[in-house]
């Protein structure tokens, strides 16, 4: 029984596996829909999963060979030259590059947004005080930006506005009681 669920385990996803030869499949056919018996499907999956078995495999002795226990890509990338594989290697190294441009640029633009998010915060509690007036009496903020504001959280702005207040208003009450002190000791 332990056998059978061990295997489950280790069987890679049918659906991803289909998903992947039949991508592969309908590049190379110019038929239409390409249907993959379930005994294929079984077949596919058991190679890719002895594949992956073997090229992690010889990565891991690669690492060892190196002193090291974690796999990175060029461990990956050697042994698949080394299983005698030598023409994946630089498909996947081209693959591998394009990932992590990828990557990079989404990183770049989430902290650009974090950056960008942070500072209107900022402005927001420096504007505070104001009321949402400038000296004119007009109002500073445009409608269209406080709607916004809301649908983006602002919602927060107002609980800091609320204890900024609160703290002014202890240490005015503080100052005041000093002053008081100070008057009745003369």
């Known amino acids: ?9 280790e069987e890679l996803p049918k659906a991803i596996v289909r998903r992947v030869v039949k991508d592969k499949l309908s590049q190379f056919s110019g038929d239409g ?10 077949a596919f999956c058991e190679s890719a999963r002895i594949f992956i078995h073997y090229l992690s495999a010889t990565a891991n002795d690669l690492c060892k060979e190196s002193r090291r226990q974690t796999i990175n890509a060029d461990d990956v990338l050697k042994a698949i030259e080394e299983i005698e594989f030598p023409e994946f290697a630089e498909p996947l190294r081209a693959s591998l590059d394009g990932l992590r441009k990828k990557n990079a640029g989404k990183k770049a633009e989430a902290a650009k947004s974090k950056d960008v998010k942070k500072r209107k915060e900022d402005s927001s509690l420096d504007h505070e005080g104001d009321d949402g ?13 406080k709607s916004a504001g809301k649908k983006s959280g602002a919602g927060k702005s107002k609980k800091v506005n609320k204890k900024k207040k609160k703290v002014e208003e202890k240490k005015d ?3 005041g009681k000093e002053d008081e002190d100070d008057s009745h000791g003369n």
């Open 1 to 9: 029984m332990e056998k059978a669920v061990a295997a489950e385990v």
């Open 33 to 42: 829909e390409i249907n993959i018996h379930k005994d294929g499907l079984r």
């Open 133 to 145: 007036e400038n000296e004119d009496g007009n109002d500073s903020c445009d409608p269209k930006q």
């Open 173 to 175: 009450d503080d100052e």
